[in-house]
T-cell receptor, first 113, second 114 residues
Framework: AQSVTQLDSQVPVFEEAPVELRCNYS??????LFWYVQYPNQGLQLLLKYLSGSTLVKGINGFEAEFNKSQTSFHLRKPSVHISDTAEYFC???????????FGSGTQLTVLP | DADVTQTPRNRITKTGKRIMLECSQTKGHDRMYWYRQDPGLGLRLIYY???????NKGEISDGYSVSRQAQAKFSLSLESAIPNQTALYFC?????????????FGAGSRLTVL
């Protein structure tokens, strides 16, 4: 079984500042990794995914994440945030059978003017 | 129209009542899921279905049941609702041919049990 830990439940940051949202996972097998975003009063939508290949993954809205196998991490970064990035962000993992997706507890990113 | 539609979007009910949340999709995906979201706990899987005849329990299936009426429809039932089932419920779909579990979510159904 897999598990996901999002180390920060809330991250406040000023507009145009960089941000990193941390995610660590636990698994005894190879995994797929995902970041989803949930805007207020909406469902989740895929931000980016790591399946294989390059460990640096680029997603929508200027976000990127780096898969680090030795540290079992998949941190999400953006060099300059906007007010519109205010949302809750979820890291998720599945094994290569892709039968189930396990989510972390979420990180609320609040971008301040 | 949304690719994944959940009804109702909001529901308030009383302890002991039977509740059904419905989900329909136009994505043509074969896999469907029900998740529950609680503050600070993220999303937890209740049930999932890989086709009409394949239904599986997830992490927190106790107190819930599901029905896959057709490839496009997957409903979640609470036979006798209790207050700790108050939560935001999400339906999601995926396509096994994608090779990875990329989910498409509905907008959610907020359930309050008094």
């Amino acid at each position: 079984a897999q598990s996901v830990t999002q180390l920060d439940s809330q991250v406040p940051v000023f507009e145009e500042a960089p941000v990193e949202l941390r995610c660590n996972y636990s698994s005894s097998v190879s995994v797929y990794l995902f970041w989803y975003v949930q805007y207020p009063n909406q469902g989740l939508q895929l931000l980016l995914k790591y399946l294989s290949g390059s460990t640096l993954v680029k997603g929508i809205n200027g976000f990127e994440a780096e898969f680090n196998k030795s540290q079992t991490s998949f941190h999400l970064r953006k060099p300059s945030v906007h007010i519109s990035d205010t949302a809750e962000y979820f890291c998720a993992v599945s094994d290569r059978s892709a039968r189930q997706l396990t989510f972390g507890s979420g990180t609320q990113l609040t971008v301040l003017p | 129209d949304a690719d994944v539609t959940q009804t109702p979007r909001n529901r308030i009910t009383k302890t002991g009542k039977r509740i059904m949340l419905e989900c329909s999709q136009t994505k043509g995906h074969d896999r469907m899921y029900w998740y529950r979201q609680d503050p600070g706990l993220g999303l937890r899987l209740i049930y999932y279905s890989f086709d009409v005849k394949d239904i599986n329990k997830g992490e927190i299936s106790d107190g819930y049941s599901v029905s896959r009426q057709a490839q496009a429809k997957f409903s979640l039932s609470l036979e006798s609702a209790i207050p700790n089932q108050t939560a935001l419920y999400f339906c999601a779909t995926s396509d096994h041919t994608s090779g990875a579990n990329v989910l498409t979510f509905g907008a959610g159904s907020r359930l309050t049990v008094l």
